[in-house]
């Protein structure tokens, strides 16, 4: 009696750790979807910058990703006859494309 009660605490044990480890490591990749790193030299240079011009590194990263983006070409090109037989995952990311 005592052995099975011991192996129902370790059990549960068992599956509030796994539940605890699951709920830790969604919340982390939750977190880290919306982030990006900056090299720490860059991230200097520009909270200088923000400081000087009273604002914060994130409002002047935004800026440049909005610039960044509107300059950006959105069309791709098209991709040759020559290059989907070179590389035939080519077709499956046209296919891919038509269907979107």
Known sequence: MANKYKR?????FEKAKSTASEF????????????IELNPQYYVELKAIADMQR?????????????YLASAPYK????SVDQKEDNPLLY???IC????
Do not use: M
């Not at 590194?57 to 610039?67: K, S």
């Not at 791709?76 to 991709?79: F, Q």
């Not at 494309?97 to 979107?100: G, I, R, T, Y």
């Open 8 to 12: 129902f605490i370790q059990n549960q």
């Open 97 to 100: 494309k038509l269907e979107d």
């Open 76 to 79: 791709s090109t098209p991709i």
């Open 92 to 94: 499956l990311d046209g």
């Open 24 to 35: 830790i490591s969604s919340r982390s990749e939750e977190q880290e979807e919306g982030t």
């Open 55 to 67: 604002t914060t590194v994130q409002a002047i990263v935004n800026g440049i990703i909005a610039q």
